[in-house]
């Protein structure tokens, strides 16, 4: 299989995948509060990979833990934490979405420049159109929520410690397999999002079968498909383009809502999918002018990424 049918496959399944946990939220919700879904989906989902990573028995680097930590907490317990949270207190999943698609924009913006990933007026204007097709795709779902004033602040808060791991992500170059950071940073999630629901006392999981099954459907798509193909992407193709194809996600969450709960788009959504795949296509399609970034850490990752198309 060439790198170029690899980076689709990749990036397809990013898209199909990331959007698949607003379902599952959706699932799980409906029988416990979300910090007792986080909890015991990290709690499987660490125990699974665990169970591989000893089957494998590949070394761990030095220092992997103690990097992997840092950026479990960021792309793990405050990016899921901050929109779940916020969504259960009413924050509405459109508004909290729109918040979201602005981290394509940051990624561009601030991380370009430490990441010599800089941008093209195509690719920027590409970044507009995206993020206008996001709007019109949960126009029909934006305001009108429940949540206090303050609650907004966890969206916006988790789309920046998004939008800061993908960068220290991309940056560090470390020298982990995905599978051994997705492990490292599993467990880590697992530890404090047990911790917390501990500290409320919603631990212990409801008696309904239907909430196993939430916690099946997130661990297996959400976590392993979605997550474990975003450290793909972004390992081999950077920070911009992993972020643009979350444009993707709001159009695709709508279709598996549509799917799974019969939620009809609103009017715009179709106009809203359309401009959003325009905009990632200017975007990937571009070609960025790179200046020197860091070292990466094996002559294989190197040569991978000379004959990948560039614009994370």
């Known amino acids: 299989m060439t790198g170029r049918r690899v980076d689709g496959l990749a990036a397809a399944a990013l898209v199909v995948l990331w959007s698949s946990g607003f379902v599952g939220a959706e699932l ?30 590949r070394p761990t680097p030095p220092g992997a833990w103690r990097r992997q930590a840092g ?12 929109i779940v949270t916020g969504v259960g207190l009413g924050v509405p999943a459109g508004t909290a979405a729109l918040i979201a698609a602005v981290q394509p924009l940051l990624v ?7 990441l010599g990933e800089r941008t093209t007026g195509r690719q920027r204007a590409g970044l507009a159109i995206g993020l206008v097709g996001v709007v019109w795709v949960v126009a029909g779902d934006v305001g009108g929520g429940t949540a206090p004033g303050w609650a907004y602040l966890l969206p916006v808060g988790g789309m920046l410690a998004l939008t800061a791991g993908t960068v220290l992500q991309r940056r560090m170059r470390a020298p982990e397999t995905p599978l051994q950071s997705l492990t490292m940073q599993t467990a880590v999630a697992a530890a404090l999002f047990v911790t917390a629901a ?36 972004l390992r081999r193709s950077g920070a911009l383009r992993v972020s643009t194809l979350l444009y993707l996600t709001p159009p695709v969450t709508a279709a598996w809502a549509f799917l799974m709960f019969g939620e009809v788009p609103g009017v715009l959504a179709w106009p809203g ?18 200046t020197v970034g860091p070292p990466a850490h094996d002559g294989a990752h190197d040569r991978a990424r000379r004959v990948l198309p560039r614009h994370p």
């Open 108 to 114: 561009a913006v601030v991380g370009g420049p430490l």
């Open 28 to 57: 799980g919700t409906r029988t416990a509060p979300a910090v007792t879904l986080l909890a015991w989906r990290y709690v499987v989902g660490a125990l699974l990979l665990g169970l591989v990573a000893a089957a494998l028995r």
């Open 71 to 82: 950026l479990g907490v960021l792309v793990q317990v405050l990016y899921l934490g901050g």
């Open 198 to 233: 501990a500290g409320t006392g919603d631990l212990v999981p409801p008696a309904d079968p239907a909430f196993w099954w939430a916690v099946a459907w997130v661990v297996l798509l959400s976590s392993f498909g979605g997550y474990g193909s975003y450290l793909v992407v």
């Open 273 to 290: 999918a359309a401009a959003c795949a325009v905009g990632v296509g200017l975007v990937l399609l571009g070609r960025p002018q790179e």
